[in-house]
């Protein structure tokens, strides 16, 4: 398999396969959607998965069209009050805020964290009304959830 990514990709096979709803094979893009996999898989509140198989339309500040937004995850969860589904979005904590302007960035660097930011805001918007219409819930996780 050739890199054309510096992030850590590849196919993920769940240990516990029967939870898992989605299509095969499971690819994660990064190594922290890797770790999310992993915590789903083992997780025993978890009680289903699903990777990638909720598409929504946003629209992009970027352009003013119509794009697809292929969600990183889908759960359902045992909690305390009942059972709960929730849309996942699997981000960096630097990327789960708004950008800051620093003098150690380059112009060109902030720019393209102020775009990042707002294409991410239209996704999330844009799933957070999905959810609220389907009875889900919408949540951000970084690598500091997933300790």
Known sequence: MKRTSPYKQGLYSPENPNKYRGTHPI??????????????DRNETILEWGSE???LPYISPKDG???RYFVDGVIKMQTPSG????????KPSTQAVP???SK???????????????????????AKAWCKKNGYHFAVITEKDLR
């Open 65 to 67: 069209k119509t794009h």
């Open 99 to 101: 950008p800051t302007a």
């Open 104 to 126: 150690n960035k380059k112009r060109s660097t902030i720019l393209y964290e102020q775009i990042q930011w707002a294409v991410n805001t239209q996704k999330w918007e844009s």
């Open 53 to 55: 198989s909720v598409v």
């Open 27 to 40: 690819v994660y893009r990064s190594g922290l959607e890797l770790s999310f996999f992993r915590w789903c």
């Open 83 to 90: 059972v709960k589904k929730y849309l996942i979005e699997v």
